[in-house]
């Protein structure tokens, strides 16, 4: 059956232009001219993903966003943001709000059917990895946040799973130069490598301790949580470059276009919470973070190259007795005097 694309945009040129060129793939699209609008559309005939203008009147989509993803029956339901602000203060802005990518207008045309099909492929990656309870109980566990089954075991009636402040250390993991990839390759052999590899990064997640908050398109975000502040920052840098190891041993073994990442990590206080996603097959847990320490984290990744880990002060600071960093002259929007540093191995 084919998947059911939500188009939404105030300015009908683009409307009609999408509709012509998604349905001419393949997709079944309907659409809506307003935030508001597209609220009624989602609540009429849920699609499998809405692609959603920022600025729009009557109900903006940041907004509509926030809307979808705090309800429980269309929180799962993919969203792609396209925006013509700034990318890395929308990037920030969107995570928060729950969207999963993002595209920069004009809509660069592979880059968009790239995006939307990478966008359902991972989708569909995690859905099947949830499952039945039952029938992939290990692969359920692996997508439940220890450190909500902590909060769980402690007190199964009554949890606290509240936002509130908590020392943690945020990673974020990005495909270099994605946007390329997308314009050189296939949309369907993308989808296939970017699935194989963002399978064994979150394998390397779950085995560093590290919860997975969301992925959004060419990346993800993780939290890495624990008791001792040095401990969590530790096993955040360990997992990046485990990350860095997986990636090699894949582009060693072919099988696809072969591909390089980069990663930002900071620690430090946090907004924390979970939030759950009830499924027709199950329940999904994510633990999420939000504040100065995970926009730091987000331009630090931003701002390293391919194979390169960069870390903020904090984080350097924590684990300087284990791992070498060395200073970067790089600038980072908004953290104007904040000092980034590049992992380059253990400690001698």
Known sequence: MASKILIVDDEPAIVEYLVERLEGLGYVTVTAHNGREALERVAAEAPDLVLLDWVMPVVDGLTVCRTLKRRDETRRIPVLIMTALDGMDSRIKGIEAGADDFLTKPVNERQLIARIQTALTLKHALDRKLGDLQRM????????????????????????????????????????????????????????????????????????????????????????????????????????????????????????????????????????????????????????????????????????????????????????????????????????GVQPYQITGPAS
Not at 163 to 171: A, H, P
Not at 242 to 247: D, F, S
Not at 253 to 258: A, F, K, L, S
């Open 137 to 336: 109980s290990d692969h359920f566990a692996k997508f439940v946040p220890e450190a909500v089954k902590r909060l769980v075991s402690t007190d199964p009636a009554a949890p606290e799973l509240a936002k509130r402040e908590r020392d943690v250390s945020v990673l974020f993991v990005d495909v270099s130069g994605y946007t390329g990839l997308s314009e050189r390759v296939a949309p369907e052999a993308l989808n296939t490598v970017v699935e194989r590899y963002f399978s064994s990064f979150l394998d390397r997640i779950h085995e560093g301790g590290g919860d997975v908050n969301e992925t959004a398109g060419d990346g993800f975000m993780a939290i890495f949580d624990d008791p001792d502040e040095e401990t969590h920052a530790v096993l955040a840098v360990e997992t990046a470059l485990r990350l860095l190891e997986t990636v090699g041993r894949l582009n060693r073994e072919g099988g696809g276009v072969p591909l390089s990442i980069h990663m930002g990590i900071n620690s430090g206080t946090a907004l924390v919470g979970s939030t759950r996603f009830e499924g027709l097959r199950g329940t999904r847990w994510t633990f999420t973070a939000s504040g100065a320490v995970t926009n730091l984290a987000a331009r630090l990744a931003a701002a390293a190259g391919p194979d390169q880990i960069f870390v903020g002060p904090e984080t350097m600071r924590r684990v300087r007795r284990r791992y070498a960093g060395t200073e970067r002259d790089e600038r980072l929007q908004g953290f104007e």
